[in-house]
């Protein structure tokens, strides 16, 4: 750029450059976290665009999984060009993020769970980024599809808050053929602990009891994950990987 060329304004980029007409064009998935976040804030400075501006706030915070633990108006105001607007508007945004439980999402009868892939894809995105450990049960019919989902505890995983009492409760109200257990791990280890498998082993055995087959257990953490079936942590859950 020569000494007489002004920079290039945002309003001046071509179409498919701009997130919003991006994201009409080809759809949210295909936008970056950037240009997400910067649809959110609208409007740069003077000085930058509302991309650089976008890109800026997520590199300060190292990465948006840790920007959206921002619960404070006052620190996200920290950073130059989040004025009272913007930032109110990301703590909004952060905090539906937070409230849609993997419970409340509506299952399709027709779909039915034929590997562990289908159940991270279904309830990482809201797991991964927890920073506690949240345990959950998801109940299954007789075709191996998704009934309904519980939360059954949050903190520190142990026998004294998953009881088995409590997860065959939940699943013989569900009327519910077999069950998938489902936790994530904060610090992004996806290998089962001796907590993990001892407290299976106690579900697994208590479904022989109410004849409610246990078909999985799976580890999310960060990008990862484990199942337990895969690793032969589970035995005879053969329907569940080749029900497809």
Same mark, same amino acid.
Request: hydrophobic share 40%.
């Given at each position: *750029?020569?000494?007489?060329?002004?920079?290039?304004?945002?309003? !001046?980029?071509?179409a !498919?450059?701009?997130? +919003?007409?991006?994201?009409?064009?080809?759809?949210?998935?295909? &936008?970056?976290?950037?240009?997400?976040?910067?649809? &959110?804030?609208?409007?740069?400075?003077?000085?930058?665009?509302?991309?650089?501006?976008?890109?800026?706030?997520?590199?300060e915070?190292?990465?948006?999984?840790?920007? %959206?633990?921002?619960?404070?108006?006052?620190?996200?105001?920290?950073?130059k060009?989040?004025?009272?607007?913007?930032?109110?508007?990301?703590?909004?945004?952060?905090?539906?993020?937070?409230?849609?439980?993997?419970? !409340?999402r509506?299952?399709?009868?027709? $779909?039915?769970?034929?590997?562990?892939?289908?159940?991270?894809?279904?309830? %990482?995105s809201? &797991?991964?980024t927890? *920073?506690?450990?949240?345990f959950?049960?998801?109940?299954?019919?007789?075709?191996?599809?998704?009934?309904?989902?519980?939360?059954? =505890?949050?903190?520190?995983?142990?026998?004294?808050? $998953?009881?088995?009492?409590?997860?065959?409760?939940?699943?013989?109200?569900?009327?519910?053929? =077999?069950?998938?257990?489902?936790?994530?791990?904060p610090?992004?280890?996806?290998?089962?602990?001796?907590?993990?498998?001892?407290?299976?082993?106690?579900?697994?055995?208590? #479904?022989?009891?109410?004849?409610?087959?246990?078909?999985?257990?799976?580890?999310?953490?960060?990008?990862?994950?484990? %199942?337990?079936?895969? +690793?032969g942590?589970?035995?005879?859950?053969?329907?569940?990987?080749?029900? #497809?």
């Open positions: *750029m020569s000494e007489n060329e002004e920079p290039l304004k945002f309003r !001046d980029f071509p !498919d450059d701009k997130p +919003r007409e991006k994201l009409l064009k080809y759809g949210a998935d295909k &936008l970056s976290e950037s240009e997400l976040l910067a649809i &959110l804030i609208r409007t740069g400075t003077k000085n930058k665009s509302v991309l650089d501006l976008a890109r800026g706030l997520i590199l915070h190292k990465n948006l999984t840790i920007l %959206s633990q921002v619960r404070s108006a006052q620190k996200l105001r920290e950073h060009g989040i004025g009272a607007d913007k930032a109110a508007t990301l703590l909004a945004a952060f905090e539906i993020a937070r409230r849609v439980k993997p419970d !409340d509506y299952e399709d009868p027709n $779909v039915r769970v034929t590997s562990p892939e289908y159940i991270v894809n279904k309830f %990482s809201e &797991l991964k927890e *920073m506690v450990e949240k959950y049960v998801i109940a299954l019919n007789a075709a191996n599809s998704i009934i309904s989902t519980k939360l059954i =505890s949050s903190g520190h995983l142990d026998a004294s808050v $998953v009881h088995p009492r409590e997860i065959f409760k939940f699943a013989i109200e569900c009327s519910a053929k =077999s069950i998938i257990l489902l936790h994530n791990h610090s992004g280890n996806t290998e089962p602990s001796k907590a993990d498998i001892s407290i299976t082993d106690r579900i697994v055995k208590g #479904g022989h009891i109410f004849s409610i087959k246990v078909l999985d257990h799976i580890i999310i953490a960060g990008n990862g994950f484990s %199942s337990f079936v895969e +690793r942590l589970i035995a005879d859950t053969q329907e569940y990987l080749s029900n #497809g």
